[in-house]
């Protein structure tokens, strides 16, 4: 998959309500809904440190302050470099937050957890578990996680991106024929 169209899936994930904008409101409902998704409160430290690196995301991403992030504005910044420099915070503290039990690993239910409330399809999440679960333990680490979404955003090889989006990528394939 190239980078722009890895760009555009997972704009449309953030991009909530479809209206070609993510909204620093659909930014920020993803650390919320996680946290609801797992019973922590607004205190807990997990969803504090969690909340503080997706405001330092936000800051880099919507660059014109103006609150909203277009899909050139996401398209220009997202990448490799913003991954290393903004991204991983972010995502790391997502994954915290979904380990309920701390230990390092995603079990099925707990990322499926993660990737529902981050607004991935429900029906490709088992197919991407699959794939990041290489030694079939039944757990996804933390760091195979993280190496998977980076190289999804850079137009890299990505396991987990090709199965989370099969089915939108079929549909967009089929689009243009």
């Known amino acids: ?13 953030l991009d909530a309500d479809g209206d070609g904008l993510i909204s620093r409101d659909e930014y920020f409902a993803r650390t919320e809904r996680v946290a609801a998704a797992t019973g922590r409160s607004a205190e807990d430290p997990l969803v ?8 330092g995301a936000w800051a880099a991403m ?10 050139e504005e996401y398209a220009a910044w997202a990448g490799a470099e913003a991954f290393d420099e903004v991204c991983e915070p972010v995502l790391a503290g ?3 937050l979904a380990d309920t039990d701390q230990d390092g690993a995603l079990s ?5 957890l993660l990737r529902t409330a981050l607004g991935n399809p429900v029906s490709n ?8 679960d290489a030694d079939g333990d039944g ?24 199965a989370l989006y099969s089915r939108e990528l079929a549909g967009a394939a089929g689009a243009n024929d």
Do not use: C, W
């Open 48 to 55: 504090v440190a969690a909340r503080a690196a997706g405001r």
């Open 139 to 162: 757990y996804v680490s933390r760091q195979d996680y993280l190496t998977s979404v980076r190289a999804h955003v850079s137009g890299e090889n990505s396991p987990m991106g090709e």
């Open 94 to 96: 997502l994954f915290d």
């Open 1 to 13: 998959m190239d980078d722009i169209t890895a760009k555009r899936l997972v704009f449309a994930m």
């Open 125 to 132: 999440i088992e197919s991407a578990f699959a794939a990041l």
């Open 108 to 112: 099925l239910p707990e990322f499926t």
């Open 62 to 71: 919507d660059a014109d302050g103006d609150g909203a992030v277009t899909f």
